[in-house]
């Protein structure tokens, strides 16, 4: 009969110790899958750059029309394994991205800082901007309006 309370006790403790950790720890946990996202979203962004680099210097300069019609097969094995949604308009590399959290972390890692920052209470450091914003041409990647550039 004491080992058996034992055991409830010990499993209580550990049910107790899992519920703190995710209430106490829950934010590091998405914050961390947030930063791996944002930094997998670059990395890839920057594989399609360099890809379109070549590009360009073996055709006079030209922008390829299609990532996956100009590029698979010659200057990218493959798209990257997010690359479905990849896209190039002017002079950028543009992808879709859902989460705030995620493009918040994109320009974080850029260094890029939202100019409304420290003026409007209301704006985070590295909140998004519209794409049209002319603040983001000073950075080599960043995140706006649900964007991802390079």
Aim: hydrophobic share 40%; aromatic share 10%; with cysteine.
């Amino acid at each position: 009969m004491f080992s058996l309370i034992i055991v409830v006790i010990s499993i209580a403790l550990v049910a107790l110790l899992a519920v703190a950790t995710f209430f106490y720890g829950g934010d590091s946990f998405l914050r961390a899958n947030s930063e791996a996202e944002a930094a997998r979203y670059i990395n890839e962004s920057q594989q399609i750059s360099a890809a379109i680099r070549v590009f360009q210097a073996d055709n006079n300069g030209t922008l390829p029309g299609d990532i996956e019609g100009d590029l698979v097969g010659y200057y990218l094995k493959n798209l990257p394994k997010a690359g479905e949604d990849w896209n190039i308009a002017d002079n950028a590399i543009i992808k879709s991205v859902i989460n705030g959290d995620v493009c918040e972390q994109v320009n974080k890692k850029a260094g890029w800082t939202n100019p409304n920052f420290g003026t409007d209470p209301n704006v985070g450091e590295h909140e998004p901007v519209e794409c049209t914003d002319p603040s983001l041409s000073s950075a080599s990647y960043f995140c706006c309006s649900n964007t991802v550039a390079d």
